[in-house]
């Protein structure tokens, strides 16, 4: 008994040693981000000289972080919202309906998750170019990229969890005088409460962080995200590591602060869609 | 009777309503977004396409798919995915089996590290790979003391680019093993420790076999990511020294905008779709056989 306590307790102590270890690059952006442009240089390490804040504002100006953020927020939580909806009102009737049409359509959805986004990256930028659908450089062009690119991993989950839900209440419901849409929306939609959660995080955090896409699609300085805000001080002229540090943490801290609210569920789901 | 076939056909057709109707909006995006693109990039990889708008494209057959395959970039590029995808996978998978052996150990701070090792996959590989630049270009020579800047020569540099992947993956495939450990039965355990096996003995004969699918699984989602991996590639290494860190995705990239070549980098993407897909279609088959076995 006593050994394993021992063995434990040493265990403990190498796990918050790897803890430490892995939130060593936080801790150097956070303390770098309080120090002047002179401080970072003779000192990289140490806490800063002073507790300064006036690296934050300069940077939110540069990479205009408010604009960023709420066109990063507007973006996500459309796509999330619309994606949610359409992917599992198809994903309905696909498993309530069983015809060789059904099946061949989730089967094109399931294929398509093979296909790696820079095998369709000219072509989509294109056919959404000013001269065809002129959807570049707004957001409800790249929502309907996002719907697109992730339905066919949401149909996918969608499915696999609808197949398991019994039927008998749906058509309890209808005898009671639902019509279809009601049924949806008042039966199933509950019902599948926690695969949507899987959804909208596993899409939520590869949308949210995304780069590649929005890097082609959004020009325009008034709708880029925070990955493209980030970006402006890694550009060819800059080097100012107080500023950029202070810009990462800006970027960084809204998604900690969503993980600390939300992390039981981020874990549970991402264990749900890995299994997958 | 002709009263009752006509509410059957009635029933019928409104079934066919709400199937397509509720089918539409997202097949409709999913259309105009992956399948009608992916065609036709097939079709422009036979062409001299080069994105210039009005110009006309004219078929060229498969000279765009022979040019990979005598350009030096391409193969220097597909050569380094494949050492960093495997060094990328192997150290993601060793370092995130080992973190997930040790917090599921019964001790307090069990969850509190689980948290802190998932945090790094939250935040977007272009903010990591800016975070991780600083680190190596600033603080790796000062506490090691040394002049060395790891980004500055190619191998270290894929070193590097394997290092960051390795910090902002391990948790997630971490959280994957931890689910396949804690599916273990106890009981195993237990009627091994009574017959006197020990850890290592444990690990080996019961918890190694029991997660074997979580390996599988791991190991060529590990892979395939690798192999799409762009964003810490532009912000940690921007294919740096010399293009020679420049993977397969960014090289796509490169050959079309950079270079204004349309058809040849559509071509390799076409290309980068049939390997993706085979690595795609191996892991399906692989984790299905084992399914059957269990």
Known sequence: MKKRRIRLIVMEIIGLALGILYLVPFYVVVTNSLKSKRNILVDTIGLPETLGFENYPRAMEKMDFLKSLSNSLIITVLSLLLLILFSSMSSWVLVRTKTKISNAILLLFVAAMMIPFQSVMLPLVNLFGVDKLNLVNTRMGIIIMYIGFGSSMSVFLYHGFMKTIPLDLELAASIDGCNPVQTFVYIVLPLIKPISVTVAILNGIWIWND?????????????????????????????????????????????????????????????????K | ??????????????????????????????????????????????????????????????????????????????????????????????????????????????????????????????????????????????????????????????????????????????????????????????????????????????????????????????????????????SLTNGDPARSTELIAMEIITKSFKESNFGEGQAQAVLFFVIIAIISIIQVYLSKKRELEM
């Open chain 1, 211 to 275: 780069f590649l896409l929005p890097s082609l699609v959004l020009q325009d300085k008034a709708i880029r995200t925070i990955p493209l805000a980030a970006q402006y001080f890694f550009g060819a002229f800059s080097k100012d590591w107080h500023l950029a540090m202070a810009g990462l943490n800006l970027a960084i801290i809204p998604i900690i602060i969503f993980y600390i609210f939300a992390q039981k569920y981020i874990i549970k789901g991402v264990i749900s869609g890995a299994i």
């Open chain 2, 1 to 234: 009777m002709d009263r009752n076939r006509g509410k059957i056909m009635n029933k019928k057709m409104k079934k066919h309503v709400l199937f397509w109707s509720f089918l539409t909006p997202t097949l409709a995006a999913f259309f105009l977004v992956v399948i009608i693109p992916f065609f036709v990039g097939i079709y422009y990889s036979f062409t001299d396409w080069n994105g210039i708008p009005g110009k006309a494209i004219s078929w060229i057959g498969s000279s765009n798919y022979s040019k990979i395959f005598s350009d030096e970039q391409v193969i220097k590029s597909f050569w380094v995915t494949i050492k960093y995808s495997l060094l990328a996978m192997l150290l993601i998978n060793v370092i995130g089996f080992s973190l997930a052996l040790l917090v599921t150990q019964k001790f307090r701070t069990a969850n509190l590290l689980r948290t802190i090792f998932f945090m790094p996959n939250l935040i977007g590989g272009l903010i990591l790979g800016y975070v991780w630049r600083f680190v190596f270009i600033k603080i790796v020579p000062i506490i090691f003391n040394t002049d060395m800047n790891m980004l500055a020569k190619s191998s270290t540099a894929i070193m590097s680019l394997a290092i960051v992947s390795t910090w902002q993956m391990g948790g997630y495939i971490m959280i994957i093993y931890i689910a396949a450990i804690q599916g273990i039965p106890q009981e195993l355990l237990e009627a091994a420790k009574i017959d006197g096996a020990n850890a290592w003995q444990r690990t080996k004969a019961i918890i190694f076999p029991l997660v074997a699918p979580a390996f599988t699984v791991s190991l060529f989602l590990t892979l395939s990511r690798s192999f799409m991996m762009y964003d810490v590639n532009v």
